[in-house]
């Protein structure tokens, strides 16, 4: 490698980074370095992305000034060819026109006038101690066995959850039940009702949804329900 290639990218800042920016995702490279580095290095985000990528709106951005708008369209036809994208290109690369039309999408939507309908609660919740909440319940702390949290949405507890959860109160099949530490006793979404005895993996972020009729537990990390969503949406 050239003295100047190592210059350009230096272990500080990536040759080549990807993140999420409103509907779309955000690849900004340094368009000093060799045309087979780049590649190579976006071959290596995509490939830990996943299915991730699958349908996405990727945007280039080169990073400082200059015309590199041929190297833009000789890395956006790499990507299309290589990878299930919707489209690639520099159309909208910055922040700021994407920030704005999310704004105006946010402002279409009424999407500042709204309001979650949460509940948050700070403390443990003992046995023979019950929490409810007509919309969310967030609990900053522990459900001790013999206590119990209802919610008409979704019930998020901030430790450790080894009582009973009703959350989707009474036909919200959508809700989910989080727990840093999830050992609950009993869950319930909607009228669907599963028994989790004490699993015995405690420590560990998971959360309870409805899938194909029945209450499936999940790794919170490994499964995450909104990773996927294009934007914000309200619960």
Known sequence: MRDGDMDSASPETP??????????LQVTFDPRLPELTLTDEMVRLFTRMG?????ARVVLVPDGDGDHSRLVDRLAAFISERYPVVSAGASGSTDA????????????????????????MAGRVRSGQKMEAQGHLVILGDVNPGGEAIAGGDILVLGSLRGTALAGQPENHQAVVFALDFRPTQVQIGEFVAAVTNRGRGGKPEYAHLSGGSIQVDDYMKNHPFRGLPWPEFR
Do not use: C, H, Y
């Open 15 to 24: 040759p080549v980074r990807l993140k999420g920016v409103g509907d779309a």
């Open 51 to 55: 299915a991730l990528a699958q349908g």
């Open 97 to 120: 026109e994407i920030n704005q039309r999310i704004r105006q999408r946010q402002a279409d939507e009424g999407f500042t006038r709204q309001r979650s309908d949460a509940l948050v």
